[in-house]
C-alpha cells in the first residue's frame, strides 16, 4: 500500500533504541525510551500561505531528523508502527559529517 501524507504532514520511521546500555544491561522493550530520531518515509506536497501560494516543504524523504519527544500520531502502515506529524513538529535534520561517515564505514 502507498501512502501520501496530506498539506504539510510528514511521515517517519522511528529509529531503532538501543537494546543495552553502556554497562551492558538489556533493556527490555517495555523499558527502553523511545528515540526521537528517524528516517523520513514521505512527505506532502507543503501548506498554503494567505495568497494560496504552495509553500514546499523543508524535509525530504531519506532525511534523517530530530523530533519532540511527545510530537506527532503513531500509525500502522502494512504491519509498520510509523509517526505522522506536521512538519513544524520536527526540530531538525540531522546532516552526517565526514567523520561519522568514516567511523561507520
Given at each position: 500500500?502507498?501512502?501520501?501524507?496530506?498539506?504539510?504532514?510528514?511521515?517517519?520511521?522511528?529509529?531503532?533504541?538501543?537494546?543495552?546500555?553502556?554497562?551492558?544491561?538489556?533493556?527490555?522493550?517495555?523499558?527502553?525510551?523511545?528515540?526521537?530520531?528517524g528516517e523520513?518515509?514521505?512527505?506532502?506536497?507543503?501548506?498554503?500561505?494567505?495568497?494560496?501560494?504552495?509553500?514546499?516543504?523543508?524535509?525530504?524523504?531519506?532525511?534523517?531528523?530530530?523530533?519532540?519527544?511527545?510530537?506527532?500520531?503513531?500509525?500502522?502502515?502494512d504491519?509498520?508502527?510509523?509517526?505522522?506529524?506536521?512538519?513544524?513538529?520536527?526540530?531538525?535534520?540531522?546532516?552526517?559529517?565526514?567523520?561519522?561517515?568514516?567511523?561507520?564505514?
Amino acid at each position: 500500500m502507498k501512502f501520501r501524507p496530506l498539506h504539510d504532514r510528514v511521515v517517519i520511521r522511528r529509529a531503532e533504541g538501543d537494546t543495552k546500555s553502556k554497562g551492558g544491561i538489556i533493556i527490555p522493550d517495555n523499558a527502553k525510551e523511545k528515540p526521537q530520531e528517524g528516517e523520513v518515509i514521505a512527505v506532502g506536497p507543503g501548506s498554503r500561505d494567505e495568497s494560496g501560494k504552495l509553500i514546499p516543504l523543508d524535509v525530504a524523504p531519506g532525511d534523517t531528523v530530530l523530533f519532540g519527544k511527545w510530537s506527532g500520531t503513531e500509525i500502522k502502515i502494512d504491519g509498520e508502527d510509523l509517526l505522522i506529524m506536521r512538519e513544524a513538529d520536527i526540530m531538525g535534520i540531522v546532516e552526517k559529517t565526514k567523520a561519522a561517515k568514516k567511523k561507520a564505514a
